[in-house]
């Protein structure tokens, strides 16, 4: 399927010809660039990892509301200081990947 992106917004629009209007910010069909194949293959990948990096976030803050209630539990010492370790591991996790998705943003890899 076709890309074309906005070059009012850089809204990306997946279909075999440019929308009457850009969904985003109204810019007429005019103002769409189709994307050639390598384009176009770049933001399939683009939106692959990026999913994948909003599923290391999500899955980042399950392990930290786990680690949470199993500091709220205090069973013991040993057990407080896993789950405050494994917390600021996962909130460093979940930092990384934020980050990345951000330079992606900034580089119009977002798609």
């Given at each position: 399927?076709?890309?074309?992106?906005?070059?009012?917004?850089?809204?990306?629009?997946?279909?075999?010809?440019?929308?009457?209007?850009c969904p985003k910010c109204g810019a007429p069909k005019e103002k769409f660039e189709r994307l050639d194949e390598a384009a176009a293959n770049l933001v399939e990948r683009s939106r692959h990892t990026n999913c994948l990096h909003?599923?290391?976030?999500?899955?980042?803050?399950?392990?930290e509301a786990l680690c949470n209630e199993g500091i709220k539990d205090n069973l013991d010492p040993g057990c407080v200081d896993?789950?405050?370790?494994?917390?600021?591991?996962?909130?460093?996790?979940?930092?990384?990947?934020?980050?990345?998705?951000?330079?992606?943003?900034?580089?119009?890899?977002?798609g």
């Open positions: 399927m076709a890309k074309w992106r906005c070059g009012g917004c850089g809204y990306i629009w997946d279909g075999e010809s440019a929308p009457a209007v909003a599923r290391v976030v999500s899955l980042a803050r399950e392990i896993v789950f405050n370790k494994s917390r600021a591991h996962a909130w460093d996790m979940m930092k990384l990947s934020m980050t990345e998705m951000m330079g992606h943003m900034k580089k119009n890899k977002w």
